[in-house]
C-alpha cells in the first residue's frame, strides 16, 4: 500500500526553525518527484516546494513565501524527503502535505500524506 | 504567476443532481489541470489529472473538461460521500497554483 507519513511538526516560536520528513513506502521512492503543499487553518491550497527524481537532477522549486528560508532535500536510500523551514513566521502556520509528484520528470500530485501541523507562535 | 479562479464559491446542491464546478486560468495551461476532493479533517484526493482523466479508482461520475482556459468537473448524480471542497491545480508553469476551492454544500 502507497505511504506517504509526515513527521516533525510542532510549535515553535517565530524566527526559528524545524525540519520537517516524509517517509514514503509502496512504491519505488527514488523514481519520483515529491512536493510539499501547505494549508493554513480554515484556509486554500497552497504549493510550497518541489524536489525532482534524481535522475532528473534533483533540484528544486520554491514558492516565492518562502524561497530563500525553506530548502527541501531527500535520501532516497532511506526513502525520505526533508522539508528544512528556517526563520519561521506566524504566516508559516498550516497543515503542512507531503505529495508524492510526477514520475519521469513530470509534476503533477497524486497522492498526499495526512499531513503534519505547524504552529509558529511566541 | 497564473491564477485559478473556481465559481461558484459554494454550491448547494440535493443527492442525485448534477453538479457542475469551474475554474478558469488567467493563462493558458494547456492540459495540465487536475482536480482534488477534500473532506473535513482528510487530505486532498486526486480525482481528474490532465483535464479529463479520472485517477484509479475514481467514479465514473466524475468527469472534467476543458475549453481553452475554461476548465469544468462534473458530477452527474451527487452522492452524498461527494459533498466536500474541490480544488483545482494547475502544475503547467511554475509556481504550481490552486484555486481558491469550491465548497459542494447538501441543501
Known amino acids: 500500500e502507497l505511504q506517504l507519513v509526515e513527521s516533525g511538526g510542532g510549535l515553535v516560536q517565530p524566527g526559528r526553525s524545524l525540519r520537517l520528513s516524509c517517509t514514503a513506502s509502496g512504491f519505488t521512492f527514488g523514481d519520483y518527484a515529491v512536493s510539499w503543499v501547505r494549508q493554513a487553518p480554515g484556509k486554500g491550497l497552497e504549493w510550497v516546494s518541489f524536489?525532482?527524481?534524481?535522475?532528473?537532477?534533483?533540484?528544486?522549486e520554491y514558492a516565492a513565501s518562502v524561497s530563500g528560508r525553506f530548502t527541501m532535500s531527500r535520501d532516497d536510500s532511506k526513502s525520505i524527503a526533508y522539508l528544512q523551514m528556517n526563520s519561521l513566521e506566524t504566516e508559516d502556520t498550516a497543515v503542512y502535505y507531503c505529495?508524492?509528484?510526477?514520475?519521469?520528470?513530470?509534476?503533477?500530485?497524486?497522492?498526499w500524506g495526512q499531513g503534519t501541523l505547524v504552529t509558529v507562535s511566541s | 504567476e497564473i491564477v485559478l479562479t473556481q465559481s461558484p464559491a459554494t454550491l448547494s446542491l440535493s443527492p442525485g443532481e448534477r453538479a457542475t464546478l469551474s475554474c478558469r486560468a488567467s493563462?493558458?495551461?494547456?492540459?495540465?489541470l487536475a482536480w482534488y476532493q477534500q473532506k473535513p479533517g482528510q487530505a486532498p484526493r486526486l480525482l481528474i489529472y490532465?483535464?479529463?482523466n479520472r485517477a484509479t479508482g475514481i467514479p465514473a461520475r466524475f468527469s472534467g473538461s476543458a475549453s481553452g482556459t475554461d476548465f469544468t468537473l462534473t458530477i452527474s448524480s451527487l452522492e452524498s460521500e461527494d459533498f466536500a471542497v474541490y480544488y483545482c491545480?494547475?502544475?503547467?508553469?511554475?509556481?504550481?497554483?490552486f484555486g481558491q476551492g469550491t465548497r459542494l454544500e447538501i441543501k
Open positions: 491545480q494547475q502544475h503547467s508553469r511554475w509556481p504550481i497554483t
Open positions: 505529495t508524492r509528484s510526477g514520475k519521469n520528470g513530470g509534476n503533477m500530485i497524486d497522492y
Open positions: 490532465d483535464a479529463s
Open positions: 493563462q493558458s495551461v494547456s492540459i495540465y
Open positions: 524536489i525532482r527524481s534524481i535522475p532528473y537532477g534533483g533540484t528544486t
